[in-house]
């Protein structure tokens, strides 16, 4: 799983008929503190994510085994909203 927080919307007036109604968002993987790493990732939202909102983010096999994104071609999917995130 990776933390991640949205930052953006992808829109694309073609795309994969599988992929029709899902929607697509950019995020960026943070750090446990909050703190920006490196790389942006578009995400297929299967929880109704927001702008800036943290979320969890899962990939590869798991993204396709996602509420919604079986049988579609995707490789990375938001699965949930953080609340908090408590280390220690």
């Known amino acids: 799983m990776i933390l991640a927080r ?3 919307t992808v829109v694309a ?3 994969d008929p599988r ?3 899902k929607k ?3 995020v960026k993987p943070i ?3 909050g703190k920006d790493e490196s790389g942006y990732l578009v995400a297929v939202d ?3 994510a927001g ?3 943290r979320v969890l983010v899962v990939s590869g096999s798991s993204a396709r ?3 919604g994104c079986k049988d579609c071609p995707v490789d990375t999917a938001i699965v949930g909203i953080v609340d908090s995130v408590e280390v220690g």
């Open 51 to 53: 702008y800036k909102e």
């Open 6 to 8: 949205v930052l953006g």
């Open 13 to 15: 007036t073609r795309k």
């Open 65 to 67: 085994m996602a509420g």
């Open 19 to 21: 992929l029709e109604g």
């Open 24 to 26: 697509l968002l950019v």
């Open 31 to 33: 750090d446990p503190s």
């Open 46 to 48: 299967t929880v109704s």
